[in-house]
């Protein structure tokens, strides 16, 4: 069975400082790992995924994120967050092709302070 | 691409009453669907998940139940709500083919 856990439940930021949101996973096989992103009220949107080869991977709104195997780890980054990017971000895991479930972490609320 | 349709956005039930919660996909066929619930500080809490008609399987005990009459309509139920139930129930729709789950709007559900 695969689980998720993000590190930190809050992270505060000034704007247009950089941001590192912390995501790591357990799994005995091989996993596709995704982050999402939900502004208030609403559902989640997806931010990047990675599913294999390079491990550094570029998502939209500037985001991006490194898998890491040996520390099975995918920390999503940012070099300088805006206003608009308060929002809650989850980060998840599945395995490949052919099985079913999404498990998602806890979520990690990002608060970008002017 | 996908779209998900959730309704209602809102819904204020009493304890007791009953529940009936639609997702409908477009733009998918066989799809795999997900109900989660999210309560506040909880993040997402995966509920039952359908990889064709009629087939449902719950990974929580609980109250609700679900599903699925149409390809493409996965239906969440209650007979009779309890406090705890209240939360942001999200629908979730994973193509055949796509490798990332696409979601609805919600349904933010208070049980008073």
């Known amino acids: 069975a695969q689980s998720v856990t993000q590190l930190d439940s809050q992270v505060p930021v000034f704007e247009e400082a950089p941001v590192e949101l912390r995501c790591n996973y357990s799994?005995?096989?091989?996993?596709?790992l995704f982050w999402y992103v939900q502004y208030p009220n609403q559902g989640l949107q997806l931010l990047l995924k990675?599913?294999?080869?390079?491990?550094l991977v570029k998502g939209i709104n500037g985001f991006e994120a490194e898998f890491n195997k040996s520390q099975t780890s995918f920390h999503l980054r940012k070099p300088s967050v805006h206003i608009s990017d308060t929002a809650e971000y989850f980060c998840?895991?599945?395995?490949?092709?052919?099985?079913?479930?999404?498990?998602f972490g806890q979520g990690t609320r990002l608060t970008i302070n002017p | 691409s996908q779209t998900i349709h959730q309704w209602p956005a809102t819904l204020v039930q009493p304890v007791g009453s009953p529940l009936s919660l639609e997702c409908t996909v477009e733009?998918?066929?066989?799809?795999?669907l997900y109900w989660y619930r999210q309560a506040a500080g909880r993040g997402l809490q995966l509920l039952f998940y359908?990889?064709?008609?009629?087939?449902i399987s719950s990974e929580v005990p609980q109250n609700l139940s679900a599903s699925r009459p149409q390809d493409r309509q996965f239906i969440l139920s209650s007979k009779k709500l309890l406090l705890s139930d209240s939360g942001f129930y999200l629908c979730?729709?994973?193509?055949?083919?796509?490798?990332?789950?696409?979601f609805g709007q919600g349904t933010r559900l208070t049980v008073v």
């Open positions: 998840a895991v599945s395995p490949p092709e052919g099985a079913q479930k999404l498990v």
């Open positions: 799994s005995s096989v091989s996993v596709y």
């Open positions: 990675y599913l294999s080869g390079s491990t």
């Open positions: 733009g998918t066929s066989n799809p795999n």
């Open positions: 359908s990889v064709g008609i009629g087939q």
């Open positions: 979730a729709c994973r193509g055949r083919g796509y490798t990332e789950a696409f």
